[in-house]
């Protein structure tokens, strides 16, 4: 019965695989480029061939193959730890040099640099093949996600624009094809967003292994990157349902509303103006599902995560802003007429 | 075999009626026309017929039960405008009418469109007008359905494919099913409608057998020496319908007893007194236009 719909989320996944495919030839074309300076693996093995470079290898106690490197002339000392796919733990001890910082701690993907100066010697811990947390993955997917669902999002003023003498005589309840379009978009929305992890996690693969983690924080990303874009979809598909071409501007301005209002929910009341314009903007936003979303801080170990506190919350809010929304949708759509 | 019934249908937009107390009996098994002028409500009797818009007031019934959806899986219908996808090709559109209906028959909606020399992999957009109706004829004439209800069915199409059209009402006339069509070529109504009816502000004003329509109806046509003549008696007459008086010529439309009016129009001083046959664009013309003499005019509901 929704096949029109289903037609609709087909091309638009289509585009959005297009851009996709696009990034990861970026990307394929990138570590083409650096395939030389890149990995840590390929300084191990360069610096092993170095004439001079003493190595030996031996296995500690529980099993992990250690390798050292010592290279006299250089006054470079290096243990590698191959913890196989969990990565390598690679501690280099060597001159102080310009490019030398004092401490400092680099997060690169799945690598991680620590680098700390004493005096004229310079150790640097790399450790490689670390989890990639699953919110940063989650954080473009629930960009191109929100864009999709933008689209998407006038399923039924889209029929109310010129096809309801075709989608109103088919042998099915309204309500039951509103609700087959809201879930076709639904399924398109979901799929955009694992189309984007998928790309991007094949990026990554160019590079190194992925590990990803799904654990705390990024389960929680993941949940709240799923129900966002619904929720702000359902608010859209409310709000166009009763439109006919005027749906475009809806779908056009909302996100710039979205953001005017959010911005103006930060100011500082400093007078009553700047007060009534903080209030107003801030109880137009709490209908606006994206107010919900909150960035993660770092907690008091240096850990991303949510205020943990009203996650939940504000995740049952998107679901129930999803629900009333597409239900709102469904009950005016039960009253247009052709 | 359905008859569809409607009773006191009242359609308001606003405060102005586009429908005001139209009462209609469709029989099945039969090719019924709509007529009207633009304007006269027919596109909306349609949409109330389908659920499409809302009645302000009265019933429609199909076979004596209320439209609910399962009922368009016997319901076929072609707006007045182009409702196809501009986006979708021909053949996604074959595929979506396939979906949502079980009796369609993509076989038959191929073989039309090859009649109509329609290719199926072209997107709505690049269809012109013509063939953007013969794609909806195709998809509406596939659906095996018992009841058509067209809406302009031929806009756009050239005279071979109007003409075909014509023939693929008749057959499913023909085949038990009910067709229901507006037009403003009455040609193509006259030729392929049995019944008809004619809908003028929103109200019915004529309805009945083409062929009944056209033999109780006859023009009584007759010429005075000089403009002043009187028609005293005539006009009163119950079966004369309309009068119309332009300078010495007087019509009279008249529904039965033509030979014995023009006898009593001898009498009253006239010369050259005729009987005329009507067409149906006679007959449609004297139901919906206002009279046209300028004196001595007594224009009657032509349907009573």
Redesign the interface.
Known sequence: MNYVEWLRVRNLLRIVAIVLAILVVLAVALRISVARYMSPDTWVHESMSRPGVKVSHTTLPDGTPRTILNDPAESTYAIIDDHGYAGKHIVITEPSSKAHKENTHVSIGSIEVKESRNGAMTTTVIDTNGAVPMLYYMMLADFVALIVATVLAAPLAREADGHLEVTLTKPVPRARYALGAIGADVVGIVAASFLTVLALYFCQVLFESARLDFTGINSRAILMGLACPLAWYAMLCAATTLLHRSYIWVLVFTPAIAIVVGALTLITPTSVVALFIHDVAWVISRLDPLAYVSVPQPDEHGQLDYNGSSFFLRLSLQVLFFVVYSALAIWKWQRVEA | MSTITISNLRKLYGRIPAVDGFSLEIPSASVFGLLGPNGAGKTTTF?CM?????PTGGEILYDGKRLV?????R?A?I?E?S?L?D??TVE?HV??MR???RSFDAARAFELLATFDIDKRRRARALSKGMRTAVMVALAFARNAEILVLDEPTGGLDPVNQRHVLSLMINEAAKGNSVVFSSHQIGQVERAAEHIAVMDHGRLVMQGVVDDLKADRKIVEGVFPDVSFTLDGITSDARVARADRTERIVRLLVTGGADEIAARLSSAGAHGVRVLDLNLEDIFLYAVSPATATTDVVAKDISS
Do not use: H, N, Q
């Open positions: 949409k389908l659920g499409l818009a809302r959806p399962e009922t368009f899986e319901i219908y707006p405008r409702v996808y986006w979708m996604e595929e979506m979906r949502a209906f």
